[in-house]
């Protein structure tokens, strides 16, 4: 098995995890106060008492709150945190792209077939040539085929 199809086989393997995460609506949303705060006050645990079991001053604890809050903490300050709570720290990135990985690189690689084929059709109509029968059959084996190459991300 080649890299590509590694990479093809890793693809579909995490989108069928993200299509159960996604029909399991089993990711709560971030509360406003942050993770930090809201399981904390949960577990009945004062700021000076999370403190003691992260081993830092409480100041630090009020600190690692707010820079959740503002998105600024680090992955390794939550794991500190979490596992003074009680909690594993998982983190993801779910795809917006419905259809997952593998849809935001079909759509990518669709897009820039799009673009192509504008430039071509119109140099064939300032050449009075129009399109084939084979077009819509090209156009399907091309997305494949840019599918598999990077450079479905050199346009923004």
Not at 57 to 75: H, P
Not at 101 to 115: F, N, T, V, Y
Request: hydrophobic share 35%; with cysteine.
């Amino acid at each position: 098995m080649n890299h590509l199809d590694i990479k093809h086989s890793r693809r579909e393997q995490l989108d069928r995890a993200f299509a159960a995460l996604n029909e399991s609506k089993l990711l709560p949303s971030i509360p406003k106060k942050g993770w930090i705060a809201e399981v904390r006050t949960l577990l009945l645990m004062t700021t000076a008492q999370l403190a003691r079991r992260v081993g830092v001053a409480q100041s630090v604890i009020s600190n690692f709150e707010k820079s959740e809050r503002e998105k600024a903490i680090t992955l390794q300050s939550l794991e500190k945190v979490a596992n003074a709570l009680e909690c594993e720290l998982h983190y993801v990135f779910i795809p917006r792209n419905k259809n997952g990985l593998e849809g935001e690189l079909h759509d990518r690689a669709e897009k820039l077939h799009r673009q192509k084929e504008k430039k071509l059709e119109h140099h064939m109509r300032l050449e009075g040539q129009g399109q084939s029968e084979s077009v819509a059959e090209s156009v399907r084996t091309e997305i494949e085929i840019l599918k598999l190459y990077k450079r479905v991300w050199d346009q923004k």
